[in-house]
């Protein structure tokens, strides 16, 4: 399960450094290759976007756990939180995908493109400030940051890799138990830069963060009371 978690973020971390896809099982194995197919894609037309930034730095296909860049710790927290939060946010994205072919619920329907909506305009603005502020470097994506790893721990578990075989309600409910726990690792990652970060719109940034994914937190946990009836 942690190669299926690998296969997703490895198309997270190319992202990140340009700028969250579907179905598993027997019929899923068919879906993740075409998921690492789109994800090489991607990876290939953006590879310029960040100079001499790697692609796929920390993020090896098949290995047997998501690993931290090289000296990432070493970076600027700054660095650090923007190269995270947009492997984080790949992650979100891929998941809420997901919602849009599996779904027959219009509400959690609407609610996942709001995630994606959302959360492609933050990674667009965290890929223009690290352009701004550290063009050239090399990736800094810290799993070991607060919220991060644990956040992640919910994609590489047999709930990711039975998601085919639901449907209906149980889909739903599944997914709102993935997606739930992801949210408030991003919350954890963002309380602590608004102590840590350096610049002013990171702390900004972190803040609203906080208050957008805390309240869809609430409402996933009202659906799952209500839905679990």
Same mark, same amino acid.
């Given at each position: 399960m942690k190669i299926l978690m690998i296969s997703l973020l490895a198309g997270s971390a190319a992202l990140a450094f340009a700028g969250c896809g579907p179905s598993m099982g027997n019929s899923g194995s068919a879906n993740h290759d075409s998921m690492m197919n789109?994800?090489?894609? %991607?990876?290939?037309?953006?590879?310029?976007? %960040?100079?001499?930034?790697?692609?796929?730095?920390?993020?090896?296909?098949? %290995?047997?756990?998501?690993?931290?860049?090289?000296?990432?710790?070493?970076?600027?927290?700054?660095?650090?939180?923007?190269?995270?939060?947009?492997?984080h946010h790949q992650g979100a994205i891929q998941m809420a995908?997901?919602?849009?072919t599996r779904s027959?619920?219009?509400?959690?329907?609407?609610?996942?493109?709001?995630?994606?909506?959302?959360?492609?305009?933050e990674i667009s603005t965290l890929k223009t400030w690290r352009e701004k502020w550290y063009s050239g470097t090399p990736a800094a994506i810290n799993m070991e940051m607060s919220g991060m790893k644990d956040s992640m721990k919910v994609m590489m578990g047999d709930e990711m890799?039975?998601?085919?075989?639901?449907?209906?309600?149980?889909?739903?409910?599944?997914?709102i138990d993935m997606m739930t726990p992801h949210h408030e690792g991003a919350v954890i990652m963002s309380k602590e830069a608004l102590t840590s970060a350096e610049h002013p719109e990171l702390k900004s940034f972190a803040a609203q963060v906080i208050k957008e994914q805390e309240s869809e937190i609430k409402k996933m946990k009202d659906w799952r009371t209500k839905w679990s009836k």
């Open positions: 789109n994800t090489n894609s %991607h990876m290939n037309s953006n590879s310029s976007d %960040h100079g001499s930034m790697p692609m796929n730095d920390g993020m090896q296909m098949g %290995h047997s756990a998501m690993e931290s860049s090289p000296d990432a710790a070493k970076q600027p927290y700054d660095l650090q939180f923007i190269d995270t939060m947009v492997v995908e997901m919602v849009l027959a619920n219009d509400d959690l329907k609407n609610f996942a493109q709001k995630i994606i909506d959302d959360q492609t305009k890799k039975q998601m085919d075989s639901f449907s209906g309600a149980e889909f739903d409910i599944r997914f």
